[in-house]
């Protein structure tokens, strides 16, 4: 998906020619247009023929599905998801197929790490105590409070960027804080 996600700022700096931006603007919108589709085409149990379902699926329709979730199973693929009755026009594009499929199944793992950088640069700023202890705080390794201790950091986000210091540092001092700021 580097393409996706770079392209436009190639393009941007004169780095992307005239004829590939036009290729990637009609590739970005199949993709959209066929994620709207098959997020829009609801399988309902009692309508469909559950032997040709089964034959895709790998077992009946028990409830009623978009063809965007089906999608996202791991067995199943864009192709085989088109032979359904339903599924009706396929997309024929080779790399907007590839991307209908990575974005259907880790759709879920990008938003929990986009979520994660959010969350992230807001404690970015979250200032630390000039005069904090860092031996008060529970659980942090010895190395962890020199490491602390030693260089002072101002912020979480400092602190984060110290050599050694863990995710799982980071979060004792935002319990630590946390408790303390009551």
């Known amino acids: 998906n580097a393409d996706l996600r770079l392209t436009e700022k190639g393009y941007e700096l004169g780095l992307v020619n005239e004829a590939r931006w036009t290729a990637f603007n009609e590739k970005r919108k199949l993709i959209e247009a066929e994620t709207a589709r098959l997020k829009t085409t609801w399988l309902h149990p009692s309508k469909v023929d559950q032997d040709v379902v089964k034959s895709v699926l790998g077992d009946d329709l028990k409830r009623e599905h978009n063809l965007y979730d089906l999608l996202v ?11 359904l009755d339903e599924a009706k026009q396929a997309v024929t594009h080779p790399q907007v197929i590839e991307q209908l499929e990575i974005q259907a199944r880790y759709g879920g ?12 640069a807001k404690m970015e700023d979250k200032g630390l105590p000039e005069q904090l202890d ?23 986000g400092q602190a984060s960027r110290i050599p050694g210091i863990t995710p799982a540092t980071i979060s004792l001092l935002l319990v630590h804080l946390k408790k303390h700021a009551a």
């Open 134 to 156: 860092y031996t008060n705080v529970r659980g942090l390794s010895n190395e962890a409070k020199q490491k602390l201790g030693d260089q002072r950091p101002a912020t979480i």
């Open 73 to 83: 199973r791991p067995n199943i693929s864009y192709a085989a998801l088109m032979a």
């Open 109 to 120: 793992y990008i938003e929990r790490q986009r979520e994660e950088v959010a969350k992230q």
